[in-house]
């Protein structure tokens, strides 16, 4: 059974910048869930992907956007960055249903100067 | 609104010696309650999850956690802590929020930070 993994691990962008992060979901699973987590923070629900599209949105901005693809692999864009989108970048992915059981990747630093 | 509390920041116990930590939730429907540990630079890792039934569950690495409705809590515990349990905690509650057909999605608490002395 392969996990969740997540690319790059760590990357530095610069304010105003545009970034992709990307996440394999574990075999089998259908369903993608992007959070952002604050340094001593909690992680906080960006947004999730089903079926390629758009499940639910968490208190974020629309310049976070996503994408999920066909085989259930999933991109995260952030635009114009600030200087509070620094944080680790969670992905989870489940099957399909409620309560979803998530496995989270190791997810992204990234960290914006 | 929905939200999970976490009130130690950060709890220091000996190596050997017995941990609880706290978590209380507000949530008007049924309470699906997770915990999952986070190491340094690290992901979450589930240890354990309700989703009915039995109130006291047991999760990986030895530890359980007991849910009670009357008290809107869902307590982990661990009967002798390893140093290697060294890590950040984190309680969570399924919602489906306000989205109509989705799945939902997790609310976590803060964290509890543990540390073990040797």
């Known amino acids: 059974e392969t996990g969740v993994t997540q690319s790059p691990t760590h990357l530095i962008k610069t304010r105003g910048q545009q970034v992709t992060l990307r996440c394999s979901s574990q075999?089998?699973?259908?369903?993608v869930s992007w959070y952002q987590q604050a340094l001593g923070q909690g992680p906080q629900f960006i947004f999730q992907?089903?079926?390629?599209?758009?499940?639910g949105r968490g208190n974020f901005p629309p310049r976070f956007s996503g994408l999920q693809f066909p085989n259930y692999s999933s991109e995260l864009n952030v635009n114009a960055l600030e200087l509070d989108d620094s944080a680790l970048y969670l992905c989870?992915?489940?099957?399909?249903?409620?309560?979803?059981?998530?496995?989270f990747g190791p997810g992204t630093r990234l960290t914006v100067t | 609104a929905q939200s999970v509390t976490q009130p130690d920041i950060h709890i220091t116990v000996s190596e050997g010696a017995s941990l609880e930590l706290r978590c209380n939730y507000s949530?008007?429907?049924?309470?699906?309650l997770f915990w999952y540990v986070q190491s340094p630079g690290q992901g979450l890792q589930l240890l354990l999850k309700?989703?009915?039934?039995?109130?006291l569950v047991q999760g990986i690495k030895g530890f359980e956690a007991e849910f009670k409705r009357s008290q809107s809590s869902f307590n982990l515990r661990k009967p002798s802590v390893h140093w290697s349990d060294a890590a950040e905690y984190f309680c969570?509650?399924?919602?489906?929020?306000?989205?109509?057909?989705?799945?939902?999605?997790?609310?976590f608490g803060k964290g509890t930070k543990l540390s073990v002395k040797p």
């Open positions: 969570a509650v399924a919602t489906k929020g306000n989205y109509g057909g989705s799945q939902g999605n997790l609310i």
């Open positions: 075999s089998g699973h259908n369903t």
């Open positions: 989870a992915s489940s099957l399909a249903g409620f309560p979803q059981e998530n496995h």
């Open positions: 309700y989703f009915s039934g039995d109130t």
């Open positions: 992907y089903y079926r390629e599209e758009e499940n």
């Open positions: 949530y008007g429907a049924t309470p699906y």
